[in-house]
C-alpha cells in the first residue's frame, strides 16, 4: 500500500466526516468508501482513527438488537454533528 502524508490522511478524514454529515443516517463503510471512491479498508482504519478522536460512532447492532457478524455502521456523534452544521454555515 501507499503510504499517504498525514495532510493526506486529515483531507480523507475531513471528507469521511462531510459524508456522513450529508448522509444524516449510519453508514457501512463500504457505503463511505463507494461515495469518496476509495478503497474499503483504508476507508475503515481511517473510521477507527476518528472512533479513536471521538468524532465518530460505531454501531453494532441492528435497529432491532440483533448483534452484526462481521460489519458495522458508522454515524458523526450528534455533538459533532451540531458543530459541523454551524461550521458549514
Known sequence: MTRLSEK???Y???EIVSVLFNSRAAMYANQVSANMGR???FIKQMLLELEELGVVVRFDKSKKGKAYKER???RLKPEVEKAYRVMVR
Do not use: Y
Request: aromatic share 8%; with cysteine; charged share 65%.
Open 8 to 10: 493526506t490522511k486529515k
Open 72 to 74: 458495522c455502521r458508522w
Open 12 to 14: 480523507v478524514k475531513d
Open 39 to 41: 478503497d474499503k479498508e
